[in-house]
């Protein structure tokens, strides 16, 4: 991905940094408020949702509806997360087959190279993937049953979706990472003109 | 070893996406019989939907994460002060005293390093740095 990016051995790391500070405050900060609003733990963790932080929304705002409004947010972020996600693996699938390291890797870094579909290659490649490696999702909870001390503080860890910002950055357009810098008042990461 | 961990990293962040959706529909449906393959079915329908704005709206995508980003600040502001102001105090003893070992496991300190596994999900954005 830091190809993409100009000057990427100075901005990269300044975007680690920035987003690692500041997601780091915000992480902490509303750590902090859901441990103070948490209310009853047990029932928090028992709860039937599977997941205590929309337990924990739900008991704030007194409603459901509440609840699902707040937790809409979390969930739009980690859906935009798996985006992402899907964006760097493709590349990912793609830089490394121009490597010859994949399986049927002349087919796809050669469609990769030559025609704009190709990103629909390494996409099924992966959705392959993805859906071999599904059935495993089915029983998350048997693995880690009765460890729900570990799933509480998975959940109410608001850096792991805070995390991909940083990845955001480093994936976006350099528009935005100038927008998001300036925006935020933080030390610019604007590339220097002329130097690559 | 990167790709592999890739791959797995959409998985999980489409399985958290699907499950925390089929969370609030129990939520909002208390008469909705939970089984664990609508989840399943959840997490493919994102998978799908990744791949969709991936490939047929590419040329979208630096405005999609744009206004994405724009909602993470302000829904951390939004969830930060209802939290703060609606949720019920817990006492500052129990917050920062308070340690609860779940799992059973022998130790505290074993419980801690454990819990620390899930919370290093959290630095998976730093990997294309390193790329």
């Not at chain 2, 529909?25 to 609508?38: D, G, R």
């Not at chain 2, 630096?62 to 939290?83: D, M, N, Q, S």
Request: glycine letters at 10%.
């Amino acid at each position: 991905m830091s190809e993409e990016i100009q000057d990427a051995n100075i901005n990269v790391p300044r975007s680690i940094f920035a987003s690692m500070i500041l997601n780091g405050c915000m992480g902490f900060a509303i750590l902090l408020a859901t441990l103070f609003g948490i209310g009853d733990i047990t029932s928090a963790l028992n709860s039937p949702t599977k997941y205590p932080f929309i337990f924990i929304f739900a008991q704030a705002t007194g409603s459901a509806g509440g609840g699902t409004a707040m937790a809409i947010i979390i969930v739009v972020m980690i859906f935009a997360a798996t985006i992402g996600f899907t964006a760097t693996s493709s590349r990912m699938i793609w830089a490394f087959a121009r490597d010859r390291g994949l399986p049927f890797s002349p087919f796809l870094s050669k469609v990769a190279m030559t025609n704009p579909l190709s990103a629909w290659k390494c996409e099924v490649y992966q959705l392959m993937s993805n859906l071999t490696g599904a059935p495993e999702n089915i029983y998350p909870n048997k693995r880690s049953g009765g460890n729900n001390s570990r799933r509480l503080s998975l959940c109410i860890n608001q850096p792991r979706f805070i995390s991909h910002l940083e990845q955001h950055i480093l994936a976006l357009d350099r528009w935005v990472l100038l927008d998001l810098f300036r925006g935020l008042g933080l030390p610019s990461v604007a590339p220097i003109e002329g130097r690559h | 070893m990167t790709v592999v961990a890739w791959q797995a990293a959409i998985a999980s962040g489409a399985f958290l996406a699907g499950t925390m959706i089929q969370g609030l529909i129990i939520l909002n449906y208390p008469n909705y019989v939970a089984q664990q393959w609508h989840g399943t079915l959840l997490i493919w329908g994102c998978v799908i939907v990744a791949i969709f704005v991936n490939t047929i709206m590419s040329s979208l995508l630096p405005f999609v994460e744009g206004g994405l980003l724009l909602v993470h600040i302000l829904g951390f502001v939004a969830i930060f002060i209802i939290l703060v102001y609606m949720a019920p105090h817990g006492s500052a003893h129990d917050v920062f005293t308070q340690f609860v070992n779940g799992g059973n496991w022998p130790t505290q300190g074993l419980s801690t390093m454990v819990g620390l596994i899930g919370l290093v999900f959290a630095f998976v954005g730093k990997f294309p740095a390193i790329r």
